[in-house]
């Protein structure tokens, strides 16, 4: 009786692994990679963790009211203004962890660490321009954050699109592209910064997070009245 029952498991534990080991085939293949992708569409709604409508709303707010400061006040120490964006980032993981969707798949963790590649872009950008300027200017305006910032905050953007397969936040991001281009070539051929450069910024974070944001959110909301 014992040998018959060990039999037994042994025999379920193969049909089991080989079960596990069965390779998918192109049409599994692709209905899992969809499935991974509309789970990712859903955990980006704003209920769910998705911080672009947040982010993108909060940039373009202090964008506007620190150039508001600075030209009645004609004061550039407002422009300091742009740390909230560091003191801020740590309470919207916070939130996000707190936030997390019942289901992770493979895709919402690649989104993830692509933005965390991002985040620590943004602190090593901001450390290496404040040591470089303190050392040989004695001082620092960090106005190179804003077109290095648009760059960054559109490749993310962009790749976040391609693996949701998202047209609209794939190729929203262009508009803030150009004009890190145009801030860059400005900076350049050493044509003096503007405080419209504040406007253009949240301009971009109004194409680049607010528009595809809501339509990803709208898309998203549709799919789960479907399902």
């Not at 740390?83 to 980032?89: A, E, I, N, S």
């Not at 919402?108 to 290496?128: A, E, N, P, R």
Request: proline share 2%.
């Amino acid at each position: 009786m014992t040998l018959s029952l060990n039999k037994y498991s042994m025999n379920k534990i193969k049909t089991n692994i080989i079960m596990e080991e069965r390779t998918l085939n192109e049409k599994e293949s692709l209905a899992l990679i969809t499935q991974m992708i509309n789970s990712s569409k859903k955990n980006m709604e704003m209920g769910q963790g998705n911080i672009m409508l947040f982010w993108g709303y909060f940039t373009t707010a202090l964008s506007v009211i620190l150039f508001l400061l600075i030209n009645f006040t004609h004061n550039f120490m407002w422009s300091w203004g742009w740390m909230l964006m560091f003191v801020v980032w740590p309470v919207i993981s916070y939130r996000k962890r707190q936030n997390k969707p019942k289901v992770v798949t493979y895709t919402d963790k690649v989104i993830s660490q692509v933005w965390q590649v991002m985040g620590y872009m943004f602190i090593i950008t901001f450390l290496t321009i404040g040591v470089m300027e303190f050392t040989f200017a004695r001082h620092a305006d960090f106005m190179l954050m804003l077109p290095l910032s648009l760059i960054y905050c559109g490749l993310g953007t962009a790749i976040t699109g391609i693996i949701i397969q998202e047209r609209w936040m794939t190729y929203s991001p262009l508009i803030a592209f150009i004009i890190a281009i145009y801030m860059l070539t400005m900076l350049m051929i050493g044509t003096k910064v503007t405080l419209l450069w504040y406007l253009y910024f949240g301009l971009s974070f109004v194409f680049m997070m607010i528009i595809p944001g809501h339509i990803v959110n709208h898309k998203a909301k549709k799919q789960c009245l479907k399902n």
